[in-house]
């Protein structure tokens, strides 16, 4: 059974940075690829970033380029979100996926996380 589970999430000033984590298990994650992605209080959950288990490409929606990074720790089987500069605009429920599908849509994954809360203040 895959399962994820995400980690990391708090309240911090505008500015400020949040590292979030996600490990994964029940699969054999080399052929997948693993998102990230944000929802905000009556807003549709959209793409962040992503990357396939590889490591050799990585993928991020405009608003996030330059200050945010994902990486991953293939002995630990997790992936990281580094989010630097953080604006109160990137208040959301943050979420990791793992899918084989397109990484830049919520169909290209098949499980997703419980999500965690990240509350940039100004």
Do not use: H
Request: glycine share 12%.
């Amino acid at each position: 059974q895959v399962q994820l589970v995400e980690s990391g999430g708090g309240l911090v000033q505008a500015g400020g940075s949040l590292r979030l984590s996600c490990a994964a298990s029940g699969r054999t994650f080399s052929s997948y690829a693993m998102g990230w992605f944000r929802q905000a209080p009556g807003k549709e959950r959209e793409f962040v970033a992503a990357i396939r288990w590889s490591g050799s490409n990585t993928y991020y929606t405009d608003s996030v380029k330059g200050r945010f990074t994902i990486s991953e720790d293939n002995a630990k089987n997790t992936v990281y979100l580094q989010m630097n500069s953080l604006k109160p605009e990137d208040t959301a429920v943050y979420y990791c996926a793992t899918g084989r599908g397109s990484v830049y849509y919520r169909y290209g994954y098949d499980y997703w996380g419980q999500g965690t809360q990240v509350t940039v203040s100004s």
